[in-house]
């Protein structure tokens, strides 16, 4: 035992060394997975990965400043350990809160900084000169490194978002829009719309007046354009946030990324020149890895900086069509772009069905829901109370399916229509109105109940339309069940594991808390009570869709913007397209504008769910 730790403490500073460079090239190319991915396993690697780079390459600084001189050729790696600490492309903060930590980096650029010079300071004299040329050389690239990470830190915080100008996003893009409806085209009117979807990120009221028509430019009433023109838009708005895609579409961040190669090149090129022959071997063969790995990474990073949309789109304005062919060719490559036929973000709708963990009769579908049943029976086995093994619900029973078409595209109609008509009226809610007359009079304040007794409300009828035998199942019957099925479980999933994104009154643990000893019965029997369709037809089915569509919709108008921001590094929800298509319509940050319901209209607010007066009684 004694041998394996001496051999570790002769090699530590080496092991340190590779474990920094291995990864950075971790988090490179899996830091933008976040995007697209709801994987909690890939989170977590990750986020590991994100605190453990700086903390390793902290303590090697640290470790060089002590031992430098038991280790020659150690003195070489500080500069690269700078590189290490400037992060990589793909990921420059982990959650929107790592942003505002930007001061703190640069104290530590600072720090870490006089801790290389010392280290260099202590060599003078007893190395090589072309070595220490080329170690200036990679710490010029390395001071030039981490000051990239901190400016990308500064613009991805809500502060400096704020303070962006307009022209940030303004490229002139309208001279080479037209009416073409191919996906070029399409990448062209999403980046032209970004300034209006950086207002929306940074709430800045002016920009939500309720306009009530689409204000993205030239977009025809089409589902699959409009979806794909949000994706870019939030994919876009995910890589000014969370990766150093701001900063690199500057001419200051493009110059000082030229210098820092060119740097790092040089350096490479002095090292071949100089005099390895009195350090060892590995100690050498490690310096080759940093430097080739280095490049290889660099290469990778001009790679991805040639295939984004913002490239693409500014050669092409320039008409640099040969490299404008080359960055289209990289954009819309399925291994490092943005395919036509690729999703943007997850893709994925959350669902939790609180009914099933209420009666325990859902039928266990995946492993985590049969450890679940486990857990049930172990429970009651054992005497433990319900209450006490819901958070392991949470975790076992939440499920993500595919955000199949119909959902996706009976919300955006739904938007369009509230958008359109702005329901100053009472709608018609001839089979459901009773439960929602009821449901708002009594929890007319209280969302997260309100959500609690439609869910319930919604997984009653839809088990009375599977017993139903009153009418044939036909296929958009079915369409029309499933639809409302998901929606309704999403808002659960929504309150049970994202309250913040949702307007509560209450927190999400004290409604569901609650909801056993003071709800579950009173709402059991009003559901009974209020004489809803015995037998559901399609009628009801659509009244419940549109229930939840508006309630969906007075979720996405109160929720705030830093939110929806910080979803983009998770994943991405579906609220955060609703949000973003109503305000693309004029409905934005106005909480005194958008209500839920209301005993009397008033012609100056929008209701999303206006029920005739005789209901408030």
């Not at 790592?98 to 006089?114: A, E, G, I, P, S």
């Amino acid at each position: 035992m004694e041998n394996i730790v001496k051999l570790f403490y002769d090699w530590e500073i080496q092991l340190l060394v590779l474990l920094s460079f291995s990864i950075q090239t971790f988090l490179f190319f899996t830091g933008g997975l976040r995007r697209c991915n709801t994987n909690m396993l890939l989170r977590l690697f990750i986020w590991i990965a994100y605190l453990g780079a700086d903390m390793l390459a902290v303590y090697a600084l640290g470790y060089l400043a002590r031992h430098e001189d038991a280790h020659p050729m150690s003195f070489f790696w500080a500069p690269f350990l700078l590189i290490h600490l400037g992060g990589q492309d793909t990921i420059t903060a982990f959650a929107m809160e790592d942003n505002k930590l930007w001061l703190r980096h640069l104290l530590n650029l600072m720090v870490q900084t006089v801790l290389a010079i010392y280290v260099f300071w202590k060599s003078m004299g007893r190395h090589d000169m072309q070595l220490l040329l080329s170690g200036i050389f990679v710490f010029v690239a390395g001071i030039i490194k981490y000051g990239e990470r901190i400016w990308a830190l500064r613009c991805g915080s809500f502060e400096s978002l704020e303070d962006l100008s307009e022209d940030q996003y303004g490229y002139s893009l309208q001279q080479v829009i037209d009416e073409d409806t191919g996906y070029s085209n399409t990448v062209l009117l999403g980046l032209s719309s970004m300034q209006d979807a950086h207002e929306f990120f940074v709430a800045h009221a002016e920009y939500f007046f309720g306009s009530g028509y689409f204000r993205m430019p030239h977009v025809k009433q089409g589902f699959n354009r409009a979806l794909k023109l949000m994706e870019i838009e939030l994919g876009v708005m995910y890589n000014d946030i969370y990766t150093k895609a701001f900063v690199l579409r500057t001419r200051s961040g493009i110059i000082l990324r030229y210098i820092s190669q060119m740097c790092t090149i040089v350096a490479f090129v002095v090292f071949l020149e100089g005099n390895r022959g009195s350090y060892g071997s590995i100690d050498v063969a490690i310096t080759y890895v940093l430097f080739i790995g280095g490049l290889l990474l660099e290469v990778c990073a001009v790679t991805c900086l040639m295939a984004s949309p913002w490239t693409w789109a500014w050669l092409k304005v320039r008409k640099c069509d040969m490299l404008a062919r080359l960055s289209w060719f990289l954009f819309s490559s399925p291994l490092i772009g943005w395919p036509e036929e690729r999703s943007l973000w997850s893709n994925a709708l959350g669902q939790y069905n609180f009914s099933g963990w209420l009666e325990g009769i859902d039928q266990p579908r995946f492993c985590n829901q049969q450890l679940m049943s486990i857990v049930k029976g172990a429970a009651k086995f054992f005497g433990v109370g319900t209450k006490k093994i819901f958070w392991m619900s949470k975790m076992l029973e939440t499920e993500y399916i595919k955000a199949d078409t119909q959902t996706m595209e009976c919300l955006f109609e739904g938007v369009s229509r509230f958008a359109v008509k702005h329901l100053h009226d009472p709608g018609e809610w001839s089979n459901i109105g009773p439960i929602l007359k009821h449901a708002l009079y009594l929890y007319g304040n209280d969302f997260g109940r309100t959500i609690v007794l439609m869910h319930l409300t919604t997984e009653l009828q839809l088990k009375k339309h599977h017993c139903s035998d009153m009418e044939a199942k036909t296929e958009d019957t079915i369409v029309l069940v499933e639809v409302c099925r998901k929606l309704s479980r999403y808002m659960m999933y929504l309150l049970v594991t994202h309250p913040s994104l949702l307007p509560l009154n209450k927190s999400a643990p004290y409604t569901l808390d609650n909801f056993y000893n003071q709800i579950l019965h009173h709402a059991l029997s009003m559901i009974n009570f209020t004489q809803v369709d015995p037998h559901p037809g399609k009628e009801t089915l659509e009244e419940i869709k549109e229930a939840w569509i508006r309630l969906i919709i007075y979720a996405a108008a109160k929720s705030r913007p830093e939110m929806h921001a910080a979803q983009l590094a998770k994943g991405g929800e579906l609220l955060t397209f609703v949000w973003l298509q109503l305000g693309h319509y004029g409905f934005g940050p106005m909480d005194a504008r958008i209500q839920l319901t209301s005993k009397r209209s008033n012609s100056s607010i929008f209701y999303t769910l206006l029920l005739p007066p005789d209901g408030f009684v």
